[in-house]
């Protein structure tokens, strides 16, 4: 049984785009919808959307508002339960503090990445910490072209990057974040 508590959390700044330029990405509904349903089902802690603009994140209330509190709450009530871990920040400082503040412990940062950084932890190094030690880890997910170098090296931990069956390494956020919770907290069935 994992030990560790986990968060996620989605950025949208700073982020590249496709020419390395430092950006600010807009909210995606698809994102929301996927990325809770699947921190809910591997049971996570809490799902953080960040962003720094206050219109973006009024659209994000009026988004959880309807899943929560208005008429898809009612017709979708398995939604309704995924949105209840979806929490919505101004930027990354505030989810450690809020983290710290309902854990009362030192919060470990995961920042994922496509691209290669020297000092990566493997999916089973990461994987065997959250089960055996009594921790809190955030994981980072960056949108657009990934978070800024900076952000990534400035984490405790650098998770290796999804390796696929080819050269081509440009999935969705809401596909790493499938892959990567399956692969982190997931059942060992590789060791069966």
């Excluded at 030990?3 to 982020?15: K, S």
């Excluded at 698809?30 to 953080?48: N, P, Q, S, W």
């Excluded at 980072?140 to 931990?157: H, I, K």
Aim: charged share 25%.
């Amino acid at each position: 049984m994992r030990t560790a508590r986990v968060y996620i959390a989605l950025l949208h700044y700073p982020m590249y785009n496709k020419r390395m330029d430092t950006i600010t990405t807009s909210i995606t509904n698809l994102d929301l919808h996927d990325i809770a349903r699947a921190a809910r089902t591997y049971d996570v802690e809490g799902f953080f959307v960040v962003h720094p603009s206050v219109s973006q994140r009024k659209l994000m209330g009026e988004i959880l508002a309807y899943w929560q509190d208005g008429y898809g709450g009612c017709y979708n009530p398995d939604r309704q339960e995924a949105f209840k871990q979806l929490r919505v920040a101004e930027n990354l400082n505030g989810v450690i503090d809020s983290i710290q503040h309902e854990t009362g412990q030192r919060v470990y940062t995961v920042a994922t990445d496509a691209r290669i950084y020297p000092n990566t932890i493997s999916y089973k190094r990461l994987k065997q910490e959250l089960f055996d030690k009594e921790q809190v880890f955030l994981l980072l997910f960056g949108t657009g072209w990934g978070m800024v170098q900076e952000l990534v090296e400035g984490c405790d931990y650098i998770l290796e990057p999804i390796d696929g069956a080819g050269e081509y390494n440009h999935l969705s956020v809401r596909s790493a974040v499938s892959i990567i919770l399956d692969r982190l907290l997931g059942q060992f069935w590789y060791d069966r």
